[in-house]
């Protein structure tokens, strides 16, 4: 007899692409914000998967802009498929997803030269915290 949990697909986390649903165009999966609960609609299958990021920093501060934010590293491989994806999809939209909740969505205008994003420049500390925490799970420098 077989497992009605084998059915169950695991959470997911890596870097998906965005998916502007339509009506003939339905959304592949819709996950929730991890701060402000708003839903995303992602493509099935990551880009980039959770082997893909390779360290989170801890909470860094901008003197230059005044702001907070983490850097998440990428291997090489993930930054020449970022840098692939928007060669043939410019303005595409990421979403950043830990366990199915999306960290943060982010456009890349022009190419990577970094082996790193950095995230979280527009939230406060608190929410800056549970992104961090959030992050953590997957990669910790």
């Known amino acids: 007899m077989m497992s009605v949990f084998a059915f169950a697909e695991a959470q997911q986390s890596g870097i998906f692409i965005v998916k502007k649903p339509g009506r003939r165009n339905p959304c592949e999966q819709e996950l929730k914000m991890l701060i402000g609960g708003k839903k995303v609609c992602v493509l099935k299958k990551p880009i980039v998967d959770v082997e893909g990021l390779e360290y989170v920093t801890d ?11 983490i850097n998440l590293g ?6 020449s498929t970022l840098n ?23 456009t890349i205008y022009e190419r990577l030269t970094t082996r790193y994003i950095r995230i979280g420049s527009d ?11 959030k992050l953590r799970k997957v990669r910790y420098e």
Do not use: G, M, W
């Open 84 to 106: 692939k994806t928007i060669l043939s999809l410019p303005n595409a939209e990421f979403a950043l997803v830990v366990d199915d909740d999306v960290i943060c969505v982010f």
């Open 59 to 69: 909470i860094l501060y901008d003197p230059i802009i005044k702001s907070n934010h």
């Open 123 to 133: 939230l406060d500390i608190q929410s800056l915290f549970i992104v961090r925490d």
């Open 74 to 79: 990428l291997s090489s491989t993930s930054v």
